[in-house]
């Protein structure tokens, strides 16, 4: 086949070339570079590592060096697609005139210190829940709660 290429959004920090928590794949072309980035992590998981962005990082520096050359990782711009909510500039998010067609919270970071209610109230809202919907708590629920020892 021809080349391999997988879609990223810019990073929110400059610690990671891509985003990894949210990407595009192209069914006809994206086999080669998902069994390099899943080899990646299972042979990092045997160290006790394995985060994705860790490996994806790793497939990155061998597409820049030139070890690798059948594996293209795109990095797209944000613009208005995507939005990465942080502890700062959660509350900012509803107020927007437009919502972003993604709204990726960390699982790994932000989303622990973001209040749950705060989280919750912000799902309620892009979701345009009536009242029944918020109360069956089917809908918009929070699932990463932090830890003590991540305050």
Same mark, same amino acid.
């Given at each position: 086949?021809g080349?391999?290429k997988?879609?990223?959004?810019?990073?929110?920090?400059?610690?990671?070339?891509?985003?990894?928590?949210t990407?595009?794949?192209?069914?006809?072309?994206?086999?080669?570079c998902l069994?390099?980035?899943?080899n990646?992590?299972d042979?990092?998981?045997k160290?006790?590592r394995?985060?994705?962005?860790d490996?994806?990082?790793?497939?990155?520096q061998?597409?820049e060096?030139?070890?690798?050359s059948?594996?293209?990782?795109?990095?797209?711009?944000n613009?208005?697609f995507?939005?990465?909510?942080? %502890?700062?500039?959660?509350? !900012?998010?509803?107020? /927007? *005139? $437009?919502?972003?067609?993604? +709204?990726?919270i960390?699982?790994?970071v932000f989303a622990k210190?973001?209040?749950e209610?705060?989280?919750?109230?912000?799902?309620h809202? %892009?979701?345009q829940?009536s !009242?029944a919907?918020? /109360? *069956? $708590?089917?809908?918009?629920k +929070?699932?990463?709660h932090?830890?003590?020892s991540?305050?």
């Amino acid at each position: 086949g021809g080349l391999s290429k997988l879609y990223f959004f810019t990073p929110l920090s400059k610690e990671w070339p891509l985003q990894g928590g949210t990407f595009i794949v192209e069914r006809r072309s994206s086999r080669h570079c998902l069994e390099l980035w899943r080899n990646e992590i299972d042979e990092m998981t045997k160290s006790g590592r394995g985060r994705d962005q860790d490996g994806l990082r790793t497939i990155y520096q061998r597409i820049e060096s030139g070890k690798e050359s059948k594996c293209q990782l795109v990095r797209m711009k944000n613009e208005k697609f995507i939005v990465f909510p942080t %502890l700062r500039t959660f509350d !900012e998010v509803p107020r /927007q *005139s $437009s919502n972003p067609n993604l +709204v990726h919270i960390s699982n790994s970071v932000f989303a622990k210190w973001i209040d749950e209610e705060a989280q919750n109230k912000y799902m309620h809202d %892009l979701l345009q829940l009536s !009242e029944a919907e918020k /109360q *069956s $708590s089917k809908y918009g629920k +929070v699932i990463v709660h932090a830890k003590k020892s991540d305050m």
